[in-house]
């Protein structure tokens, strides 16, 4: 069990045992927060079994969007009970104060622990470096699919990510080619080529424009033999955000987008193989 499936599962328990608690002693939770009969409490106590769920499933699953909602809507929670205890508005009792506190502190620092493991997630040998895998079993000679996806210069009219992409220089290792998307544009140099089985670029990320919040990136495109008749394209970034914080804050909606990419692209190259 990973660093963040040890705080999701702490979360769970947590939210579960005070879900649990609140359900059985409604009356004596409102009597200890001195607050009148209501359905505030038989509310949160459902909401939170509720959350429970969704701590379970994304203990298995570990889907960094899912994630960081998780962590939002704890730090909602942290913020909201910091303005109870400040302002006071239900008149809440000392003994139902301190509880808001404890609890309070408990969903902070289990937060914490979330995102630091969230940081983690996709990354290589437990570094900075990233890591993003997707691959393809096409209907397909290896030759064939060698073929189209080492068309290199007409990248853009497969990756819907790419509006345009030029080879300027060279070919093969030591080739380099510009790539835009829009008004942005960047240069990718070839650092591994062998005929039929794989090649690799690696992006030049240190021009003061270049448009995506990474320290490095570099990729990889591969074909390997199933069959006669089936061949498997795999594709391997590995990448560096330029700051820590955008580990948690970018990186899950960059994996969201990026998978969504990447399989457009496998899909366009299928087509393109198997027709």
């Known amino acids: 069990m990973n660093t963040l499936q040890q705080y999701l599962t702490t979360n769970a328990i947590f939210s579960t045992l005070t879900g649990a608690l609140v359900l059985l002693f409604t009356d004596k939770t409102e009597e200890i927060f001195g607050v009148a009969p ?99 079993i096409v209907n397909g000679t290896k030759a064939k699919a060698w073929e189209v996806i080492s068309d290199v210069g007409n990248y853009h009219k497969v990756a819907p990510n790419i509006d345009g992409s030029e080879i300027i220089s060279g070919e093969k290792k030591g080739m380099v080619r510009t790539c835009s998307h829009g008004k942005d544009s960047w240069r990718e140099t070839c650092t591994l080529w062998e005929d039929e089985k794989q090649y690799s670029f690696v992006v030049d990320t240190s021009p003061a424009d270049y448009p995506f919040p990474l320290k490095s990136l570099q990729g990889n495109w591969r074909v390997d033999e199933i069959s006669d008749k089936e061949t498997e394209i795999t594709m391997t970034f590995e990448f560096e955000y330029k700051k820590g914080i955008q580990n948690i804050l970018v990186h899950p909606l960059m994996k969201y987008k990026f998978t969504k990419v990447c399989k457009e692209l496998l899909d366009n190259w299928q087509e393109m193989i198997e027709d």
């Open 38 to 136: 209501s359905n505030f409490f038989l509310v949160l106590g459902v909401l939170l079994m509720l959350f429970t769920i969704t701590l379970l499933i994304e203990i298995v699953k570990q889907r960094a969007l899912a994630v960081l909602w998780i962590i939002v809507q704890d730090m909602l929670w942290v913020l909201a009970s910091a303005v109870l205890l400040i302002f006071n508005p239900f008149n809440v009792t000392v003994e139902g104060n301190l509880i808001i506190a404890l609890v309070a502190i408990v969903v902070l620092l289990i937060g914490i622990g979330q995102a630091k493991g969230l940081a983690q997630i996709d990354n290589k040998n437990k570094k900075a470096l990233k890591v993003f895998q997707f691959s393809r």
